[in-house]
């Protein structure tokens, strides 16, 4: 009896848990239709009718930033693809050397084609760099939702070798959800 007791406790708990801590939309007061996904939050600009993407904010540092000492920013473009920003505290640009991604122990050495300096429509952002490429995008977003951690490895200086984590826990959650509103919204 106690078999079965467990065994119906086990599954009760599997049909009651939500993948990733998904959340419901909402409103944000800068205008913005938010909801989080386990680490990331989707959000979509002008009330959920601009542009949407996931993000990832993380680190305090200390200074009280908004933004804390890390942040990666992906969105989505209409009808397709991607464009990535990431965000170090401290990151002195130009950078120079080399960008490595690495999802779970899969590397992926980008060549200098692959990342410039900046946002990606403004090269004047500070301490913010950018990935290029529509295949690199689609590559780095499929391997994202397989995965659990990646790590961005930049050198700003052959001296300095940083290293940036972000824990990919609801990334396939949130992409689902900001595909699935844009889908709604085009009906």
């Not at 990331?40 to 000492?69: H, I, N, P, T």
Request: aromatic share 10%; charged share 20%.
């Amino acid at each position: 009896m106690l078999k079965y007791l467990a065994r119906f406790s086990l599954v009760a708990v599997a049909l009651t848990t939500t993948p990733a801590s998904a959340g419901e939309w909402f409103t944000h007061p800068f205008g913005e239709l938010r909801a989080y996904h386990g680490s990331w939050l989707a959000v979509c600009s002008d009330s959920g009718r601009g542009e949407c993407r996931a993000v990832q904010m993380a680190g305090d540092d200390g200074s009280g930033s908004f933004f804390g000492s890390r942040r990666m920013s992906i969105v989505v473009k209409e009808p397709q693809g991607y464009t990535v920003e990431i965000f170090q505290r401290g990151m002195t640009t130009p950078i120079s050397g080399s960008v490595t991604l690495n999802i779970d122990g899969s590397r992926t050495n980008l060549t200098d084609d692959q990342w410039s300096d900046g946002a990606p429509e403004y090269t004047n952002v500070l301490e913010t760099f950018s990935l290029r490429g529509d295949g690199l995008m689609n590559k780095l977003v499929a391997e994202m939702k397989a995965g659990n951690q990646l790590y961005v490895r930049h050198s700003p200086s052959e001296n300095d070798r940083r290293t940036i984590r972000f824990d990919l826990h609801g990334f396939t959650s949130v992409m689902n959800a900001i595909n699935k509103h844009l889908q709604n919204r085009k009906n």
